[in-house]
Structures are given as structure tokens and as C-alpha cells.
């Protein structure tokens, strides 16, 4: 309870258990501060606890998405696989609850209606859907990038007589879909990774697909009795590499340029690259992401696999990506996508060239006529960046509301905090690299500045930081240079700008100038007493 009505209940509080609320959380209790986390599901997982659809699985290897911050977890925790499904990172994330205590201090099944900054208590009201009000001094998002669906706005969605579900809503008891005639609509990371599964059981696939793809097989397996081993006696190499590198994995980007490489070279490099498989095909050179040019020779050799793989020509030639350059939109990696094709009850539907006109009882309407369905799964992405924050009404010092301080598009310093709103940390936010990099360890460094930060304001006697209107502007610059530099504002149908979100503003939302250049900063931010924040002493009280 409040000592007074000017001392609020609770240090903190946090929003989401997900792998950034729990870390938070923990960090909290080892500053000795009391916190609270809020948490509208039913337990743990945040992404890992929604994203429960066929095929679930991280596109980072097991050994590395995961906390690095403490050594015993690191040995304790056996991964199965290279990559691990959904279940496991679950499996492993409760673990993490129970192992460190966290439990007694989230509240499940609660969502948070409203977050209100009050400027004479310098502390923040959380009201939730039940009602209850918190106060705290310190307001701390862990709501993560890529959690609020968004599900197409197809008109008749609710005249359809079979079942559908958003990928990112799939219910827990998963959905029987042998025997039945099932459509996608999407095909990004989700929808590839959904795809051969829901055709392994699915009598008939329909597979709506807007904008072609690129994917790197993954080349998943068991994690061998070896190679776990190997990894953990390897941690502080790993981590290392990790802290050191563009995208927080444990692999160096080649200081080679794909333009000076010799064809045959350059062939043998994507080759191998392709048959390792994975995400660090787009570490082969170091200008896929940053000229046209290189770009292309890694797309065309991609481009060529895809007609390697998919036995039908039309087919495959509807498969192949021309309008966005490799890994210029997030690359998925896959477990036979493309070889799905070829399977007789498999089809493929170019919803540019035949347009989704409605859904009607009996399936979709494209422009080509009724494609008949029982089950119809939307793996069509999230609101992404903005939308989990924007969830919920945030309104700062003198009333305003987060939703108008962003309507032009997120602003924001550091991705960490927001000028106009005091108190208030964003984990991961937009202008943070966040959705660039491996979340595990983006979600680490920005726990850990967060923690160091409150530490710091403690010691100082301060209660109540911002980041001040200029430092922003600058960020906000700094994050659209960082971005024009690359080719990934040139993705147009990119959920980076987003732009699949229709009425959403065009703004390149995360920072691309890199994990360990953007660490740099907020450590020298932090050691030049938080530059670019303003830190006010609390007020004496007589
Ligand atoms: O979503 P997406 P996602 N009609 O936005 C299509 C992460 N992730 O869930 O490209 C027809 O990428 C849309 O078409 P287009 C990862 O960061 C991680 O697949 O906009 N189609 C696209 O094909 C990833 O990037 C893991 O033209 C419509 C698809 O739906 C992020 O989540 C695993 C449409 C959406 O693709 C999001 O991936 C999976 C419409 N009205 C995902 N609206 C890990 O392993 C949208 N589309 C950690």
C-alpha cells in the first residue's frame, strides 16, 4: 500500500511475460525493487505463447535464442533441435519462471486497459479489464514487436462457414485439419513454416499468396549429445561473437563484397551457405544488404533453386520473388516449402493476378471464381512495432495520448524512451534494433540498460527521467539514415515500413545501423549520465 498518497504502490510495472518481462523482472527483484508484471494470457511465452500454429518454430538456432545472463541456465537447459518448435521455447521459458521465482509476481488472464502519467506524483495509474488500478513509479513495455494480429479486412470473413484462425490467435488446442480442405492466406515466415505442415494433413492445401518470397532451407534436426556439448563449453566465444556482431548471432558478417567475388567463387559461396541453411546465408558477403547489385546475385541464386525445387514451371515461376531483393524484407527459412508444390493437392493461388474479392459461406472468392474450404488460416502478420504499444491507451504529462503523439509515425529516443512521456521504458521499441536482430539478445541489452538506468536514478536521488525532444529528433534522423544506407526501405510491401497494415504511416521503424553499434551508443549514453534524457532530483517534501 502507499505511504502517502505521493508514494506509489509498486516500483514498477511491467507489461508482457514474455522473454522480455521475465528478464525484466528479474532484474527488478536484484535491484531490490518492488515490480509487478501484467499479463493478458494465461501463463508465460508472450510469441511463444500465442503463435502456436502448425509448424511453430524459431528461425534461430536453439543454442543462441535463449538468456545469456546467467551460466547455469546455460548449462542446465538441453535444446532438442537446431531449431527449436514452439512447445520447447515454451517448455523453456517456464522453466526460466519457476527456476528464478518469477511466477508470485505476474498476473495472469489481466490486460491492461489504460497506462495515465501523473505529473504531481510522478508516477503512472495502470488501470486493467477488471478494473484494478496500480501505481507505480516506473511504466516498463515488454509487449514485444510482433503481437497484435492483423487479420485482413476481406469483406464476408463473417458469412464463412468453416473455421479460421489467425496464426498468432491459434487456439490451444490446436485444429484438426485431416481430411479437410484448407487455404493460407500469406506467405511470410509464418505462412512458410505452416505451409508443408498443414499439407502433410490437409486433403487439399490452397496456398493465397500476394508477394513471393524468398526462404533458405533450415536444415533442422536433432541437436546431437556432440554439439550441445560443444556449445556450451563455447558460451563465452558465442556470446562474444553475439555482442560483437550486426544482428546479435553468433556469426560475423564476410568482409567480402559479392561484386568482387569471382562467378565461380561467388556460386560456391552461396552454395555452401544454401546447403548449411539458415539465416546466416545472408551473412555470404558483405553488401547483400547494402547494394543493388551484390543484392541481386544472392537473389537470382535463390531465384534459380526455387525453379530447381518446384517441378511445375508455372508454378515455380509464380513462386519467385522480382519485386523486393533478398533479405530486404525478413527472410524466412524453411522446411521444405518450395518442394510442397509438387504435391498433387497442393495449389497455388496469385492473389495479384486473381484478386480476393470476398469470402463467401462456402470459401474465398478470387476473381477466378470459389475456392471451396473448410479451415481458412490468416498468416498475414502483425501490426507490427507500434501496434502492441498503440493495444492500450498510453497518455503522458499534460494528457497526451501516445496514439496522437504517433499518428504521423513512432517517434522515440533510442527506441527506449519517449519525449512526453516520463517514467514510461519501452523494451525493444520502435528505433531499437530489436526485429533486426536475435530478440533474445536484443531484449538482454535492453533489460540490462533499463536496470542499470533505474539503479542509477536510485543512487542519484532522481524520480522521474525523459528523453528530451532533441536527442529524440536526432535518433529518429539518425534511425532513417541508418536505414537509407541499406536496401530495406526499398521493400515496399516491407512490415518494416508498415506497409501491411492498410492506414498505418510509412515509417522505417527499426534501427538498421546495427546490434553492436547501437549498444555502443546506449553504453555511451549511460556513461555520459544518460545524455539526451532529462533527469529530475525528487522533490523534497515537508
Ligand atoms: O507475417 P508477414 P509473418 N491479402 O507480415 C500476406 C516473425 N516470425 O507472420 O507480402 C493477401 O511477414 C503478406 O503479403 P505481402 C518474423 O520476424 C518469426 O509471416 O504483404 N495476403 C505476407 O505474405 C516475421 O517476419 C518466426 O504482399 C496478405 C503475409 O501475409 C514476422 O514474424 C517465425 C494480406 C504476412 O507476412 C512476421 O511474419 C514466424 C491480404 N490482405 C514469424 N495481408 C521465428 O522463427 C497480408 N498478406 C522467430
Known amino acids: 500500500m502507499a505511504e502517502d498518497d505521493t508514494t506509489p504502490d509498486l516500483d514498477a510495472v511491467v507489461v508482457g511475460a514474455g522473454f522480455a518481462g521475465l528478464y525484466m523482472l528479474h532484474r527488478l527483484r536484484g535491484l531490490g525493487m518492488s515490480a509487478l508484471v501484467l499479463e493478458r494470457a494465461g501463463g508465460v511465452g508472450g510469441t511463444w505463447y500465442w503463435n502456436r500454429y502448425p509448424g511453430a518454430r524459431c528461425d534461430s538456432e536453439s543454442y543462441y535464442y535463449c538468456y545469456a545472463f546467467s551460466q547455469e541456465l546455460e548449462q542446465e537447459w538441453e535444446w532438442t533441435e537446431r531449431y527449436p518448435r514452439q512447445p520447447e521455447i515454451k517448455r523453456y521459458l517456464d522453466h526460466v519462471t519457476d527456476r528464478f521465482d518469477l511466477r508470485r509476481d505476474i498476473r495472469f488472464d489481466t490486460s491492461v486497459e489504460s497506462a495515465r502519467y501523473d505529473e504531481d506524483t510522478r508516477s503512472w495509474s495502470v488501470t486493467t479489464a477488471a478494473g484494478d488500478v496500480l501505481r507505480c513509479r516506473y511504466l516498463i513495455t515488454?509487449?514485444?514487436?510482433?503481437?497484435?494480429?492483423?487479420?485482413?479486412?476481406?469483406?464476408?470473413?463473417?458469412?464463412?462457414?468453416?473455421?479460421?484462425?489467425?496464426?498468432?490467435?491459434?487456439?490451444?488446442?490446436?485444429?484438426?485439419?485431416?481430411?479437410?480442405?484448407?487455404?493460407?492466406?500469406?506467405?511470410?515466415?509464418?505462412?512458410i513454416q505452416a505451409v508443408p505442415v498443414l499439407a502433410a494433413d490437409a486433403a487439399h492445401l490452397t496456398v493465397f499468396q500476394r508477394t513471393a518470397n524468398y526462404s533458405i532451407p533450415a536444415r533442422n534436426g536433432p541437436l546431437s549429445a556432440e554439439e550441445s556439448a560443444t556449445y556450451k563449453a563455447s558460451y563465452d566465444e558465442i556470446r562474444a561473437?553475439?555482442?560483437?556482431?550486426?544482428?546479435?548471432?553468433?556469426?560475423?558478417?564476410?568482409?567480402?563484397?559479392?561484386l568482387d567475388a569471382a562467378p565461380e567463387r561467388r556460386e560456391a559461396i552461396y552454395r555452401q551457405a544454401w546447403?548449411?541453411?539458415?539465416?546466416?546465408?545472408?551473412?555470404?558477403?558483405?553488401?547483400?544488404?547494402?547494394?543493388?547489385?551484390?543484392?541481386?546475385?544472392?537473389?537470382?541464386?535463390?531465384?534459380?533453386?526455387?525453379?530447381?525445387?518446384?517441378?511445375?514451371?508455372?508454378?515455380?515461376?509464380?513462386?519467385?520473388?522480382?519485386d523486393h531483393g533478398f533479405a530486404t524484407k525478413r527472410p524466412p527459412i524453411d522446411t521444405h516449402y518450395f518442394e510442397t508444390y509438387n504435391q498433387?493437392?497442393?495449389?497455388?493461388?496469385?492473389?495479384?493476378?486473381?484478386?480476393?474479392?470476398?469470402?463467401?459461406?462456402?470459401?474465398?472468392?478470387?476473381?477466378?471464381?470459389?475456392?471451396?474450404?473448410?479451415?481458412?488460416?490468416?498468416?498475414?502478420?502483425?501490426?507490427?512495432?507500434?501496434?502492441?504499444?498503440?493495444?492500450?491507451?498510453?497518455?503522458?504529462?499534460?494528457?497526451?495520448?501516445?496514439?496522437?503523439?504517433?499518428?504521423?509515425?513512432?517517434?522515440?529516443?533510442?527506441?527506449?524512451?519517449?519525449?512526453?512521456?516520463?517514467?514510461?521504458?519501452?523494451?525493444?521499441?520502435?528505433?531499437?534494433?530489436?526485429?533486426?536482430?536475435?530478440?533474445?539478445?536484443?531484449?538482454?541489452?535492453?533489460?540490462?540498460?533499463?536496470?542499470?538506468?533505474?539503479?542509477?536514478?536510485?543512487?542519484?536521488?532522481?524520480?522521474?527521467?525523459?528523453?528530451?525532444?532533441?536527442?529524440?529528433?536526432?535518433?529518429?534522423?539518425?534511425?532513417?539514415?541508418?536505414?537509407?544506407?541499406?536496401?530495406?526501405?526499398?521493400?515496399?510491401?516491407?512490415?518494416?515500413?508498415?506497409?501491411?497494415?492498410?492506414?498505418?504511416?510509412?515509417?522505417?521503424?527499426?534501427?538498421?545501423?546495427?546490434?553492436?553499434?547501437?549498444?555502443?551508443?546506449?553504453?555511451?549514453?549511460?556513461?555520459?549520465?544518460?545524455?539526451?534524457?532529462?533527469?529530475?532530483?525528487?522533490?523534497?517534501?515537508?
Open 142 to 191: 515488454a509487449v514485444g514487436c510482433l503481437s497484435a494480429a492483423n487479420v485482413p479486412d476481406i469483406p464476408g470473413l463473417d458469412t464463412f462457414a468453416g473455421q479460421w484462425h489467425h496464426t498468432g490467435q491459434w487456439p490451444h488446442e490446436g485444429v484438426d485439419v485431416r481430411g479437410a480442405r484448407v487455404g493460407i492466406v500469406g506467405t511470410g515466415s509464418t505462412g
Open 241 to 258: 561473437v553475439q555482442a560483437g556482431s550486426t544482428n546479435g548471432h553468433p556469426f560475423v558478417v564476410s568482409d567480402e563484397s559479392a
Open 344 to 542: 498433387p493437392h497442393v495449389r497455388l493461388v496469385d492473389v495479384k493476378a486473381t484478386p480476393i474479392e470476398e469470402i463467401v459461406p462456402a470459401g474465398v472468392r478470387t476473381s477466378e471464381g470459389v475456392h471451396e474450404l473448410d479451415h481458412l488460416v490468416f498468416a498475414t502478420g502483425f501490426d507490427a512495432m507500434t501496434g502492441p504499444l498503440l493495444s492500450f491507451e498510453i497518455t503522458g504529462a499534460g494528457g497526451t495520448a501516445l496514439r496522437e503523439a504517433w499518428a504521423a509515425g513512432p517517434r522515440g529516443y533510442l527506441g527506449l524512451g519517449v519525449s512526453g512521456f516520463p517514467n514510461l521504458f519501452t523494451i525493444t521499441g520502435p528505433g531499437s534494433p530489436s526485429v533486426l536482430t536475435n530478440m533474445p539478445t536484443s531484449i538482454e541489452q535492453h533489460v540490462d540498460w533499463i536496470a542499470d538506468c533505474l539503479g542509477h536514478l536510485r543512487e542519484r536521488g532522481v524520480d522521474r527521467i525523459e528523453a528530451e525532444p532533441d536527442a529524440e529528433r536526432e535518433w529518429g534522423e539518425h534511425v532513417q539514415e541508418a536505414a537509407e544506407a541499406t536496401l530495406l526501405p526499398r521493400a515496399a510491401s516491407s512490415w518494416y515500413l508498415g506497409a501491411n497494415v492498410p492506414g498505418k504511416p510509412r515509417v522505417f521503424m527499426p534501427y538498421a545501423g546495427g546490434f553492436a553499434r547501437y549498444t555502443r551508443t546506449c553504453t555511451a549514453v549511460a556513461e555520459d549520465g544518460y545524455r539526451g534524457f532529462a533527469l529530475e532530483p525528487a522533490r523534497t517534501r515537508v
Open 275 to 322: 546447403e548449411r541453411g539458415g539465416l546466416r546465408f545472408r551473412a555470404s558477403f558483405r553488401d547483400l544488404l547494402a547494394d543493388a547489385d551484390a543484392n541481386e546475385t544472392a537473389s537470382e541464386f535463390l531465384r534459380d533453386r526455387i525453379r530447381e525445387v518446384v517441378d511445375d514451371p508455372e508454378t515455380a515461376e509464380k513462386l519467385v520473388p522480382h
